[in-house]
């Protein structure tokens, strides 16, 4: 098949799709479709195991509404360093604890989010601040 470059095409010709039948903009569509369906399914199995309530505070939150009380998903490691959409990796939050990881620098939340204690109690979670300019273990949750 000859590949034309997109600015040899006219104005209003369309470009050609690739051997699949398909564009690169139609290939990145459906990537990014795949990633948001992936990430729903991933936040629909965290708030069915968070119960809606803030992992640190225990505060009962909700879907959408109020943005003090609405449900935030925090993920452990940072998309931007690989983090994936599992659950393992993602923990509900307050706007507020949310606010001190991401804005403030006042809060690490690090482990396993689907981690379970003997009684099947979560546990896998620890909770780090800064005491007299160290991070310091506040709470297991």
Same mark, same amino acid.
């Given at each position: 098949?000859?590949?034309?470059?997109?600015?040899?095409?006219?104005?209003?010709? =369309?470009? =050609?799709?690739?051997?699949?039948?398909?564009?690169?903009?139609?290939?990145?569509?459906?990537?990014?479709?795949?990633?948001?369906?992936?990430?729903?399914? @991933?936040?629909?199995?965290?708030?069915?195991?968070?119960?809606?309530?803030?992992?640190?505070?225990?505060?009962?939150?909700?879907?959408?509404?109020?943005?003090?009380?609405?449900?935030?998903?925090?993920?452990?490691? =940072?998309?931007?360093?690989?983090?994936?959409?599992?659950?393992?990796?993602?923990?509900?939050?307050?706007?507020?604890?949310?606010?001190?990881?991401?804005?403030?620098?006042?809060?690490?939340?690090?482990?396993?989010?689907?981690?379970?204690?003997?009684?099947?109690?979560? @546990?896998?979670?620890?909770?780090?601040? =800064?005491?007299?300019?160290?991070?310091?273990?506040?709470?297991?949750?």
């Amino acid at each position: 098949m000859n590949h034309v470059h997109s600015s040899l095409l006219g104005r209003f010709q =369309p470009i =050609p799709k690739t051997v699949l039948g398909r564009s690169r903009a139609d290939e990145k569509a459906a990537k990014d479709n795949a990633e948001k369906a992936a990430e729903r399914a @991933c936040y629909r199995r965290v708030d069915r195991r968070d119960g809606l309530r803030c992992r640190v505070t225990g505060i009962q939150l909700a879907l959408g509404g109020s943005l003090v009380k609405a449900a935030q998903r925090h993920h452990l490691i =940072p998309r931007s360093q690989g983090g994936q959409h599992e659950t393992w990796n993602v923990v509900t939050v307050s706007k507020a604890i949310h606010d001190r990881i991401h804005v403030h620098g006042t809060m690490r939340i690090t482990g396993d989010a689907d981690a379970r204690d003997a009684e099947g109690r979560l @546990c896998g979670l620890k909770v780090e601040e =800064p005491i007299n300019e160290v991070w310091t273990v506040t709470k297991w949750v």
